[in-house]
């Protein structure tokens, strides 16, 4: 008689959506989920559509707030790919030139946790569609633009004045348009303004209440 555990399918895994506006701290609670559920993490901003084909000013000009700015079709790709247990090859995107590296993937295997981050995490209706739990971090936009300052001088050599520019054109507007609508769809909301660890014990709560981690 064959062994049962030879005929049972792969565990579908549990896939979580994480969303909030830029310097909300979404990521930051999307790392510390990843690292305490031995999780993918899965961000959106390597999904950012390839502006090799614009010239350079065009490139830097270009809104990457918007929902247009990300090839969601083939992230939905990815995530019922990893959610059928097969691995994937990501795109490997170059932040500097706003293109994707030619003929360079990460290979990215299935675990038993899945989460997806982004500011438009929670956007797309067919991305929403896969996600067994949706959590969306809110934060002020004052409280936004300092995390965005301080990380931009320190992480990516620009000055003060860029990015609040960039943030009063692109950042706060497409937010007000797409990312704050979008927490409507969030199963849980937590506060960008309160300590990682309570974010932290809502979500790993929740997550137990719907019996999808042990």
Known sequence: MPDP??????????????????????TTLARELTSQLDATLLP?????????????ADRAAFNVDHPDSIEHDLLVEHVKTLASGKPIDRPVYDF??????PNQFERIE?????????????????LRALYDLSIFVNAPHDLCLTRRIHRDLRERGR???????????????????????SGAHATLTVEGTQALDW???????????????P
């Open 199 to 213: 974010s932290v014990e809502q979500a790993l709560r929740r997550l137990h209440e719907l019996k999808l981690i």
């Open 110 to 126: 299935p675990t038993r946790v899945l989460i997806v981050e982004g500011i438009l995490a929670l956007h797309y209706e067919s």
């Open 159 to 181: 000055t003060e004045q860029s990015v609040r520019d960039q943030f009063d054109a692109t950042v706060r507007p497409m937010a007000d348009l797409f990312v704050l609508p």
């Open 5 to 26: 555990t030879q005929l049972s399918l792969p565990t579908r895994p549990v896939i979580l959506g994480i969303a909030g506006c830029s310097g909300s701290g979404k």
């Open 96 to 101: 500097a030139t706003h293109t994707r590296v």
């Open 44 to 56: 959106l901003d390597f999904y950012y559509q390839d502006l090799s084909h614009l010239a350079p």
